[in-house]
T-cell receptor, first 110, second 114 residues
């Protein structure tokens, strides 16, 4: 059973606008949540994370929001740039076990 | 550091053949993970090691899959015999013990079983 779900397989956004990627999880024991970005023919790379004791973490154009009551995580990219086009995976961590979602393919249209 | 190194990058084989995928983690990392990426299930954890010891192999699909880590700088994932449904990209990742537990991934090994 998928403990981390990304229900939108793809998303298209105009350059300069906001991209919002969503993630839902089922396990309340998760300690940390992470977002990874993956370009074709490359391995995923770490983007941003948030501890379960926080509700927001910001790093430049990237902000992650955590709503524990709803078991929902989102990544906001503002403003979106063509170089942001990639597959984004959310991941949840408990102990040293990572659980990944199925990914959302983001296309930023110039 | 060179990062996590995987080989081969691409492997095409016929059903029934043995496949061995290799991984060199980042020096100093305590943990090594093997993941499989498919369209349907995303990134699935197959097995992970801590200090060369397998900790959780519950994600290994069946007995045809085996993984070893003979030392801190090398791990293998073997599939024998391979089947077409094993076709996927296999990623190795490593990390050190830390609060955020960031994973560092290799570039993956794309396996095609005909």
């Amino acid at each position: 059973d998928q403990q981390v779900k990304q229900n939108s397989p793809s998303l298209s956004v105009q350059e300069g606008r906001i991209s919002i990627l969503n993630c839902d999880y089922t396990n309340s024991m998760f300690d940390y949540f992470l977002w990874y970005k993956k370009y074709p023919a490359e391995g995923p790379t770490f983007l941003i994370s948030i501890s379960s004791i926080k509700d927001k973490n910001e790093d430049g154009r990237f902000t992650v929001f955590l709503n524990k009551s709803a078991k929902h995580l989102s990544l906001h990219i503002v403003p979106s740039q063509p170089g942001d086009s990639a597959v984004y995976f959310c991941a949840a961590l408990t102990g040293n076990q990572f659980y990944f979602g199925t990914g959302t393919s983001l296309t930023v249209i110039p | 550091d060179a990062g996590v190194i995987q080989s081969p990058r691409h492997e095409v084989t016929e059903m029934g053949q043995e496949v061995t995928l290799r991984c060199k983690p980042i020096s100093g990392h305590d943990y090594l993970f093997w993941y499989r990426q498919t369209m349907m299930r995303g990134l699935e954890l197959l097995i992970y090691f801590n200090n060369n010891v397998p900790i959780d192999d519950s994600g290994m699909p069946e007995d045809r899959f085996s993984a070893k880590m003979p030392n801190a700088s090398f791990s293998t994932l073997k599939i024998q015999p391979s089947e077409p449904r094993d076709s996927a990209v296999y990623f190795c990742a490593s990390s050190w013990t830390g609060p955020t537990g960031e994973l560092f991934f290799g570039e993956g090994s794309r396996l095609t079983v005909l």
